[in-house]
């Protein structure tokens, strides 16, 4: 009985140090008065709260307002500097690892890029070590503890299985690839002290992606929306309450592999006439290529600049065509989810949009139901090209918010491997 009372207790400070930490991370800095509202805490509560996460280093202040009549009240806010995340984009053609301190701020950048190996799963393996290494060199003693690692990948992620977290990526190859217990003895042969002790999150990019933007870009204040990520692949994060969407297996948002023409062009994933054989990066200049267009470069984002560059006709034809296809594809995701929002990101998806969004929302008002679109906003992402490896980041970030900033077992360390000194 005893022991259940303590585990009460327990979990009752980790939900009041989670309500203050995600208040102040997400509208901070707020005050300790501010704060009661917000939260539904009595005054007290607060300020034991308040008391811990100052003792844990993980606020700091902030400044101070007015009162109406009595002492200036401080304002609080998380303390940036207090731990740090590491994002890691398995892309299309490189591996980008970025770490961050606590209010994604880049702290440190490692790429590799993806050569003919493609994305042979030991040579991504290889790639995500390096980059983490580089990265955790590169921090200085301010970057604080490290929070976490999330890695987004193409393809359909599986969680919870015997071999942790398995990746089925279709469109490059693999098959049931236990990517987490491949980076798991990664890091035990070369950042021991990171395993197994770090968390190692893993999810789709576009998931990732979703999240980012639903955080603190164009999703933002949405309750249902759909994030888009255009690259050469092409998947969506469908967001129904305020939360991802994942369906019975944790495939949901493959949008890419709709199909938006019966018997129609081959996709990479093997099947004819999906979207994204004809919206995705590669399938455009493919179809740029045949109508008689010059591609200059072999680097995608290069070739894709140069067609929207080009104003010979070859080059519009294909734009118009996109810009149709493309709006029937989401006129799809309006016609199913009702969202609020559906935002374009991704690489592609923001070049093209840059360019071809106008078009893109009447073809999508034309093959869409007209109740439904007539709530329904389009709009590109605001994160940039680098919203996936920011979204990858705000895995562990979302778990060390949920645990009001508490960790399992000792404070994981930064490892400086080259150097072979720690950092606590």
């Not at 789709?204 to 990520?229: P, S, Y």
């Not at 129609?264 to 004819?272: D, F």
Request: glycine share 14%; proline share 5%.
């Amino acid at each position: 009985m005893a022991e259940r009372h303590k585990r009460t207790v327990r979990d009752l400070r980790r939900t009041n140090r989670a309500a203050v930490l995600r208040r102040l991370y997400f509208e901070g800095p707020l005050s300790r008065q501010e704060l009661g509202p917000l939260t539904a805490l009595s005054s007290g509560s607060i300020s034991n709260v308040v008391a811990d996460l100052l003792a844990d280093d993980l606020l700091e202040e902030a400044g101070s307002v007015e009162s109406d009549g009595g002492r200036p009240r401080t304002l609080l806010r998380v303390a940036p500097h207090s731990g740090c995340l590491i994002g890691v984009d398995v892309g299309e053609t490189r591996v980008r690892v970025e770490l961050f301190d606590l209010a994604l701020k880049e702290v440190a950048r490692a790429q590799r890029p993806l050569d003919d190996a493609g994305h042979d799963a030991d040579r991504v393996v290889r790639h995500v070590l390096d980059g983490l290494g580089t990265v955790l060199d590169a921090a200085g003693p301010p970057a604080g503890r490290l929070v976490g690692v999330g890695i987004a990948v193409p393809g359909i992620v599986e969680h919870d299985t015997p071999d942790g977290t398995v990746v089925h990526g279709q469109t490059i190859g693999w098959d049931a690839v236990p990517l987490e217990a491949r980076l798991r003895r990664g890091l035990q042969r070369e950042l021991p002290a990171l395993a197994p002790e770090v968390p190692l999150l893993i999810d789709n990019g576009a998931r990732t992606m979703g999240q980012a933007e639903m955080w603190f870009g164009a999703g933002r204040g949405a309750k249902d929306a759909v994030i888009a990520l255009i690259g050469s692949g092409v998947g969506a994060c469908v967001v129904t309450a305020g939360e991802p969407y994942g369906g019975a297996t944790s495939s949901a948002g493959e949008w890419g592999h709709t199909v938006l023409n019966l018997g129609g062009r081959t996709c990479r994933c093997g099947a004819l006439g999906c979207l994204e054989a004809y919206v995705g990066a590669g399938a455009v200049l493919s179809r740029w290529r045949e109508a008689g267009g010059v591609q200059h470069d072999t680097d995608e984002e290069a070739a894709l600049a140069g067609l929207l560059a080009s104003d010979g006709e070859p080059a519009e034809t294909v734009l118009q065509e996109t810009a149709e296809y493309l709006g029937a594809g989401i006129a799809d995701l309006v016609n199913l989810f009702n969202p609020e929002r559906i935002v374009l990101g991704g690489w592609a998806g923001l070049a093209l949009g840059r360019r071809l969004l106008p078009a893109v929302r009447r073809s999508a008002a034309r093959h869409a139901l007209r109740h439904p679109a007539a709530s329904t906003v389009i709009e590109l992402g605001r994160l940039g090209p680098d919203a996936v490896t920011v979204g990858a980041a705000t895995l562990p970030l979302r778990g060390f918010l949920d645990a009001g900033g508490q960790q399992e077992g000792p404070p994981r360390m930064l490892i400086k491997r080259r150097t072979g000194s720690v950092q606590h």
